[in-house]
Each structure stands twice: as structure tokens, then as C-alpha cells.
């Protein structure tokens, strides 16, 4: 059974990926209907997008071209992969499907387990009699560690033995991704939508098929949603007793729930890192191909020659980013700060003519504009990033979280530390100069309500925009899309696609990843950021809006399968990897207190 949707997978495509005699024979010898061996897409573990111009004025264009594409499939054949180029869905665009034989799978997790051991990762598996893991047995291994190890032969450098492939070394590769496994997916989603709670046993399913980094994600939000029970029933109850909000002992409480959160989600993650195998798995630290040194050095350690640059022009590249980062958050705040004066302006001040249609510019330009001086900005930090030529991916990974983060921070804590501390204190002074300028006002006085008003504002309005552009758009687009390539294809502005031929064997294979070519990546940045920026305006603002703990245990529970329903249906499929915990997000946790 196991050896038959092996080799044929997808009827329709079997022929793409034949298995050889070894793998045949592994196949046969694990015969369970449930071995992970089965593998889903037919044996396609990834497909390397292959994007090229089509500029008939660059001469050279096509033989450089050519020689990337050359080289590409020669790194596939050296580390022992299998490929397929298929045209993509423009005449722009080749696809390589890549898979990975078994026996170079097996060498390669030897390769890993026996790291693994000497770092302590894993501190069992060296005995063939232990069941719990088994040194290099592939029939034990999920399908995110089989991605991953495929991942890491791709991309690893030549001297360690990979294939050297990456979409930030060969301007003509455009992406790697992994093809959703359909099945599985629709599964989880169909089971999360029927449950109010998510068990440790649907996180291991999680952590199996998306890797321990999504996995720790989806952990980290169950946690922080039951954890808002208590603020949510303490702030409730302070609302309808019409206690004070402002009293120094809610003020306390809340700043201990959020000390003691933290430290039990610390504690938590320790023991699901032991659980999932992953406890000092950060002690490996893979070099990151984008990493060039202007010489080479043998590494005192492993003895092999490493590139390598001195510790100053790092350190001089990191100091240079800084006024970039500078830069990027003053334009920002500036921005932020724009949008909320005119919002002020309008609301509090402004009664001439047009009102009524003036009142509601602000809230749509924050909801245009904000977003889009976002993501620009994080584009922005992403090439500094880069710059700074970050070694690992653990080092890179941190200093982006902590550029991307100061964004976030200013879009969610601006305006409210300016009613705060400024319009609050001081805007009674505005209102002589109002009149001598003879700008007609309804205004009076400046109180309380309006900080609560506008953190009503971010708790509720604009978390359902969030909702709004993270679930809703995506879905809307995923009908119009294609009535509107009809009308294009009607035109005569057909691709490759749209010329398949349904007869074709492999074309509804085809069809799926051409398809999941065209979602986006998903960023586990946006949701951490997400929650991350909440529970700041849970223990630094309850003292405000009570009701804060409440709206958001409400909309958590709706994020963590809207997430879910994201990652498997709206995005193209992460790449899996290891990680030991949230990692630097946590930090950030520490920071709002």
C-alpha cells in the first residue's frame, strides 16, 4: 500500500519522479499505511521559481541566463537530487520541481542526527534498540524534518555539502517553496473551526507538518488567549461594579499578570522544546549563504576554510545602518503623527463646512496609508539588514525583528502617548490661538475620554480591519481573480497556463502549483508583531478601557484559526525550521513592561 502511493502519488503525475531500486526496497519494508514515507505531491518536496526578463536589448541577457540555469541544475545533480523544469505561468518563469531520493535523505539525517547528539539536541538515538527516536531511521521522520533536511541541502553552502541555492545569491531565482499538502490541511482547518480550545495534540500536528517555528507561534497565542481570561474577567468585573479603572491596586494587578505570564510562557516553551526535540538546537548555527567574506579562514573548530571578514567592518556596517533605521522610523512617526493631528483637528475642532464628509478622511487614511508606509519601511529595514551581513540566520532573524518592531511601535503607541502626555496636559492652550485665527470650534475642554476613545479605537476598529485585510481581502481576491484573467485571456493576453492542454497527464498537478505560485510568503513577523503590539495595550492601557483583555480574548480566538485558515489556505507554505522558542519576541514582551 505504502509503496504504491509512493511511487504513483498523484496518478496523474508518477512519471515525474520515479523511484529507484534502494527506495523501492525501504518502501517495501515499511508497509504501514501511516509511515510518513507516503509522501503527498509525488515526491515533489520543492519547486525553485525561475524568473528571467525578457529584454530583447540586453544582448548578454540570454546567456547569462542560460549559464544560471545550467548551474542551477548542476548544484541539483551534485548533492544527489532529482529535478523537472516545467514552464510557468508566463513565458518569464520556469518551474523546478525537486525531489529528494531516499538514500540521499538517509545520509543526510545521519549527517544531522549525529550533530544533533553531540550538541545535545537530541539525547537519545544512537541505539538502534531505542524506539524513540532511532539514529537514522527515515520511517520515523515527519513531514516538516523531511522538508527542512530537503530544505538545507538546497541551500546550504558547497563546502557543507549543499546545493548553494538561494533567491538572495542568483538574481534569477525568484523563490523556493514547499506545495501545500491539501489533505492535511483541509483537515486542520475543518477540526480547529468544530474546537473552542486547542490541545498540546493538535500542536504536535502542527509542529509535524508546518515545523517547530510555526508551531511555537500557534503555542504561544493559545497560551496568551487563556492566559487574557483573567485580566478579561477582572476588567468586566470592575465595569459593571462601576469601580474606579484608574485605582492603583488594578493598576498593580495588571502589571503582575503581566510579569507572571511571561514568566510562565518562558517555562512553557522550555518544556515543549523538550517534547519536540529541539532544546539547544540553536547551538547550531548554519552559515547563511548570503554571508561573503573578502577572504577565507580556517575555522579553528572544524579546521575548514570559512569566509571571512574582520569584526570592525561588521561592526562599521551595523553602525552605518543605524541612521538608516533612524531615518526610516522619523519619517514614520511623522507620518503617524500627520494623520493623527488632522484626525484631531477634524473631530475635536472643526466645524466649518464639509464636516460630516471631513470627519471620516483620517480613518481612511490611516487604514490606506499606514499600512503602506509600513511595509515600506519593513522593506526598507530588510535591506539594511542585509547590509549589515548578518553570519547565521539566528542573528539575522533578530535584528530584523527588532527593526520591524520599532515600526509597530510607533504606529500602535503614538497617538497614544500624544494624547497622553501632550494633548491632554496642554490642549486647553490650543484653543485661544483657534480663535484668533477665527477657525469656528465646538470644542470645551480636554478630558479623559478621548485617550479611552482612541485606544477604543485601536482595540476594536482596528482589529477588525486587521481581520478585514487578513481573512476577507485574500478571499475576495481568490474569486475576482480569475473572472478578471478570463477577461484578460479574452483580450488575447493568455500565459502558459491558460494554453494547457486538459489532457495533458500532468496538468491538474500542474494547475495546483502554478496556483500556489501566485500566494504570497507568508511573514510569521506580522502576526507575531500583532500580538506582541496587543498585549502591550493589554498591560500598559487596562487602566484606561477595562473592557481592553476582554475585546481581545475575543478576537484572539478568532486569530488563531483565522491564522490557521491563513497559513494553509491564503499563503504559500512555510518553509519548516527549527527554533527553541519564540525567540526574540519574547523580549520584546519584556520591553512593554
Known sequence: ??????????????????????????????????????????????????????NEKDLGLQSRVEASLTRLLNNLSRVGLRYQVKPGRSSNTLLVLVGC????????LERERIRDFLLGIRVRGLDDNDDDAGFADINDLTEAERLRIVYEILTSPEADGGANISPNVDP???SIMALHNDEFEKHLVRSWSRKWLINNEDLLHIRNHFGEKI?????????????????????????????????????????????????????????????????????????????????????QVTGEEVPFRPAYEIFMRRAMSIPGVAIGAVLLSVIVACVFILQLFLHEYYTGPFHQYLHYTPTIGY??????????????????????????????????????????????????????????????????????????????????????GQLVYFIVTGQIVGFATEMLLPYALKLVMPKIKSIFSKNGKTDVRSNTSGNEPDSKFMEKIYKEVDLPEYNIYTDYVEMVIQYGYVSMFSSVWPL???????????????????????????????????????GNLVGRL
Not at 33 to 42: C, F, I, K, Y
Not at 101 to 108: G, K
Not at 251 to 277: G, H
Open 1 to 54: 500500500m505504502a509503496e504504491d502511493m509512493y511511487t504513483a502519488g498523484p496518478q496523474t503525475f508518477s512519471h515525474l519522479f520515479p523511484v529507484s531500486a534502494e527506495d523501492q526496497q525501504t518502501l517495501t519494508s515499511s508497509s504501514s499505511d501511516d509511515s510518513p514515507l507516503v509522501r503527498d505531491n509525488a515526491g515533489v518536496d520543492y519547486v525553485i521559481v525561475f524568473r528571467f526578463p525578457t
Open 101 to 108: 531520493p531516499l538514500t540521499t535523505l538517509r545520509e543526510e
Open 172 to 174: 534569477f531565482i525568484d
Open 215 to 299: 508551531a511555537f507561534y500557534f503555542a504561544f497565542l493559545q497560551n496568551y488567549f487563556l492566559w487574557l481570561g483573567a485580566p478579561a474577567v477582572l476588567g468586566t468585573s470592575i465595569t459593571i461594579l462601576g469601580f474606579n479603572p484608574l485605582s492603583p491596586w488594578f493598576s498593580l494587578a495588571m502589571l503582575l499578570w503581566s510579569i507572571i505570564f511571561i514568566e510562565v510562557w518562558k517555562r512553557k516553551e522550555q518544556e515543549l522544546a523538550v517534547q519536540w526535540n529541539v532544546r539547544n538546537c540553536s547551538k547550531h548555527e548554519r552559515r547563511r549563504l548570503e554571508f561573503k567574506g573578502e577572504k577565507t579562514a580556517r575555522d
Open 367 to 452: 487604514v490606506l496609508l499606514i499600512p503602506t508606509m509600513t511595509n515600506i519601511y519593513s522593506a526598507w529595514m530588510r535591506m539594511l539588514n542585509n547590509y549589515e551581513m548578518h553570519k547565521t540566520e539566528t542573528s539575522w532573524d533578530y535584528h530584523y525583528t527588532q527593526k520591524i518592531f520599532i515600526a509597530n511601535f510607533l504606529v500602535a503607541y503614538l497617538s497614544l502617548f500624544f494624547i497622553a502626555w501632550i494633548y491632554i496636559p496642554f490642549g486647553d492652550h490650543v484653543l485661544p490661538y483657534l480663535t484668533e485665527l477665527n477657525v469656528s470650534h465646538s470644542h470645551e475642554k480636554v478630558d479623559f475620554q478621548r485617550l479611552r
Open 548 to 586: 481592553t483583555a476582554l475585546c481581545c480574548m475575543v478576537n484572539d480566538w478568532i486569530e488563531l484559526r483565522g491564522d490557521a485558515v491563513k497559513v494553509c489556505r491564503y499563503t504559500r507554505r512555510p518553509i519548516p525550521s527549527r527554533a527553541e522558542g519564540a525567540g526574540p519576541w519574547v
